[in-house]
C-alpha cells in the first residue's frame, strides 16, 4: 500500500487538535479503497497548554513535540523530515483548527496520483464561508502576486493551510528559515523545476484559538523570503542592488561631468572616491550575483537528476 503522511503543526491547541486527529481518521477508510495507507503525526511546536496530551489521547499515529515553540516553519521542516523517514509517497499538510475540511485532501492529493504535480497547494477564495478581514485579503493578494512574480506560477492562494507534496519532492525540500513556510515551499519548488498545481478547498472561519498572521507578518515574512531568494533566485536579489551602487555612481558622476564643462567646478569629478568606490561595489554585487546564480543553478540541477533518477 502506498503511503500518506498527514502532518498537523500545533501550538497551544488543545481545544481542537483532539477533534482534528478524529476528523482526519475517517479518511482512514475512504483512502484504503485507492490502497492508501493514511498516517497522522501531529507536530507539537512547543505548547504550553494540553496539545500533546489531547493529541495522545486522540490516538494519533505519532506525536513529535519541539521542547519550545520554535515557529510554524519549523515545525512544517519536522514534519516534512518525518514524512522522508517514513518514506511516505505522499505527505500532506493540515492546520490544527479544523478551517479546512479533511474530506478536501482526497482531492487535494489527486494530481499526485496522476503525476501531474510534485505539490499542491490549496486554493481557498472560491469556497471560503465567511469574509475573510480586510487587511488578511490585502496581504494574501499581495503576497500571491509576489509569489506569482517570482516562480512564474499561475498561483491564485500562496499561503493556504493545506498543502500536498509527493516523494520527488520530500527527497530534496529545504525550508531555511522557522517562521513562515508557505512562501519559502513555493520558491524552493519552483527553483528545483517541480510541477505546480490548484485544487480548491473549502475553508471556513476559525472558532478557536488566536491565527498567528497578524500585522508583524510582513516584517517577520519579508526578511525569510530575502533569505530564501539568496539560496534559490540570488540574481533577484544582487541585480538590484547592484545596480542601485553602479547607476548612483554613474549620475553623480554624469552630474558633476555636466557641471566641469558648464565652468562651475574646475575638476571632471569632485567626489572620485564616491564614484569609484560605488561603481566598483555595484560591480562586484553583480558578479557576485552572477557567481551565486551558477552555484544555485548547479544546485537546481542536480536535485532535478536525483527526481529524474527516481522516477
Known amino acids: 500500500m502506498k503511503k500518506i503522511v498527514v502532518l498537523v503543526p500545533a501550538f497551544n491547541e488543545e481545544s481542537t487538535i483532539f477533534k482534528t486527529v478524529k476528523a482526519l481518521e475517517s479518511l482512514k ?40 515553540n520554535q515557529g510554524l516553519g519549523a515545525a512544517v521542516r519536522t514534519g516534512l523530515e518525518t514524512a ?133 507578518y510582513p516584517f517577520k515574512v519579508f526578511p525569510q523570503l530575502f533569505w530564501v531568494l539568496v539560496g534559490v533566485r540570488p540574481l533577484k536579489v544582487f541585480v538590484p542592488v547592484g545596480l542601485f551602487f553602479i547607476g548612483s555612481s554613474s549620475l553623480v558622476f554624469v552630474y558633476q561631468i555636466i557641471q566641469y564643462l558648464s565652468g562651475i567646478t574646475s575638476t571632471p569629478v569632485v567626489n572620485v572616491n564616491f564614484v569609484l568606490g560605488f561603481g566598483l561595489f555595484g560591480l562586484q554585487v553583480l558578479l557576485f550575483g552572477v557567481l551565486a546564480e551558477l552555484i544555485a543553478e548547479i544546485r537546481s540541477l542536480l536535485a532535478h537528476f536525483r527526481v529524474t533518477d527516481k522516477k
Not at 490548484?198 to 491565527?211: A, I, L, N, Q
Open 84 to 216: 522522508r523517514l517514513y518514506n511516505a509517497d505522499i505527505a500532506v499538510k493540515f492546520d490544527a483548527d479544523l478551517q479546512h475540511n479533511p474530506l478536501d485532501i482526497i482531492s487535494l492529493i489527486k494530481p499526485l496520483e496522476h503525476n501531474n504535480a510534485d505539490i499542491v497547494y490549496g486554493h481557498r477564495f472560491n469556497r471560503i464561508s465567511y469574509k475573510m478581514p480586510f487587511i488578511r485579503r490585502i496581504g494574501n493578494r499581495v503576497f500571491t502576486g509576489l509569489m506569482r512574480w517570482l516562480t512564474g506560477w499561475d498561483l491564485k492562494d500562496s499561503q493556504p493551510g493545506i498543502f500536498a507534496v509527493n516523494q520527488n519532492y520530500l527527497g530534496i525540500f529545504r525550508i531555511p528559515r522557522d517562521y513562515n513556510y508557505t512562501q519559502q515551499i513555493l520558491l524552493d519548488a519552483a527553483c528545483k523545476r517541480m510541477q505546480f498545481s490548484h485544487v480548491e478547498v473549502s475553508f471556513k472561519e476559525r472558532t478557536h484559538g488566536k491565527s498567528f498572521v497578524s500585522l508583524k
Open 29 to 68: 477508510e475512504k483512502l484504503k479503497k485507492p490502497d492508501y495507507d493514511l498516517k497522522i503525526i501531529v507536530i507539537d511546536d512547543g505548547s504550553t497548554d494540553g496539545t500533546k496530551k489531547e493529541a495522545e489521547r486522540a490516538h494519533a499515529d505519532a506525536v513529535i513535540s519541539h521542547p519550545k
